[in-house]
């Protein structure tokens, strides 16, 4: 195992260098530590290594963008999420199975976008209709990926973003 302690010196199909903060799509924000090659079941690859919190996580260089990681998203960026979650939502499937997975399917596509969109459906539904566990499950999940980046981008407290986007959810707030 060799440790690249200088980003200059990784190899040039990396994106991302040591320092960088990045979200990890499951875990959330962390810090690139080091780049590593490994040699895992005879393949040698290089890894990021991130720490989120206390836990380290080693990412394969090639697969990290398309796969887990990416960059905070700047502010500008943030603030274009706003008019997904304001408008009105597009009807889920009511058959619970069908909805299930296709929630599942939404919260794979790992974008800021789809999950507003998907914040966003499940918040019009729960107008009309009791959302089930697993409907819950995901809409607290998704809320708390996007609050997470929320506070970071914005720099504002998590209560107040979290007031902020159950007004964005009932169609207001057209100045943020």
């Not at 903060?21 to 530590?33: A, E, P, Q």
């Not at 895992?40 to 919190?53: A, K, M, N, P």
């Not at 500008?76 to 997904?84: C, G, H, K, P």
């Amino acid at each position: 195992m060799s440790i690249q302690n200088d980003a200059n010196i990784a190899n040039e199909r990396t994106v991302y260098h040591i320092g960088d903060t990045i979200v990890h799509w499951n875990y959330g924000f962390g810090t690139i530590l080091a780049i590593e090659e490994k040699d895992i079941g005879g393949v040698t690859q290089q890894y990021y290594v991130v720490q989120v919190e206390r836990l380290q996580l080693w990412v394969p260089v090639e697969e990290a963008s398309v796969s887990s990681i990416r960059l905070p998203t700047e502010r500008f960026q943030f603030e274009a999420l706003f008019d997904i979650l304001r408008t009105p939502g597009e009807q889920l499937p009511d058959h619970q199975y069908q909805r299930r997975l296709e929630l599942q399917e939404r919260m794979q596509k790992k974008t800021l976008t789809d999950l507003c969109h998907l914040i966003r459906d499940l918040a019009d539904r729960s107008r009309e209709h009791t959302l089930n566990q697993n409907d819950v499950t995901v809409l607290s999940r998704a809320e708390e990926l996007l609050l997470d980046e929320w506070v970071r981008s914005l720099g504002i407290e998590r209560p107040i973003a979290f007031g902020e986007l159950e007004v964005l959810l009932q169609g207001g707030l057209s100045a943020l």
